[in-house]
């Protein structure tokens, strides 16, 4: 071997090798999802009742499981789902709760539903997961316009 040719294999060699030190997390922690959601239980007082009521449908469900029975359950009571739904979007909002903001998150909420529905409609799981995810996060932004955000514990 050359020293042109040694010369290029250390190069590759070192640059493949990277950094010795160990890798340390730069995000903030935030809490495990089941410590957030506890977080969010003991708000949940302060909920207005439709939101009490979609929260009531929900919980079982999205706490479920994965998998195809918690599928079917939640695409079972779809009709639940929009009633409720549909309950949240047409109450006042709350006190101190921007008026067309608390409709926005409504009428979110009535819209995840409906692409719940539409993904109930088929097999394909990722679809259903992915939809019922988009009803969970429109719940908890109605959720936090009602109490506000979630204290940091």
Known sequence: MNLGT???ML???TAGCGSSEPATA???AEPPPAEHHEQAMDEHHQLTPEL???HDQLAPRWHAEKGEA???DSCGA???FEAKAAAVQ???APAGV???GWQKAGADLVAAVKELETACGGSDMAAFETAFEAVHRSFHAAMELAIGEHPAK
């Open 6 to 8: 040694s010369l290029v």
């Open 52 to 54: 009490q009521a979609f």
């Open 90 to 92: 047409s109450a006042a």
């Open 78 to 80: 779809i009709a639940d």
């Open 70 to 72: 918690r599928r079917k």
């Open 26 to 28: 730069t995000t903030p």
């Open 11 to 13: 190069v590759v060699l």
């Open 98 to 100: 921007d008026a067309a």
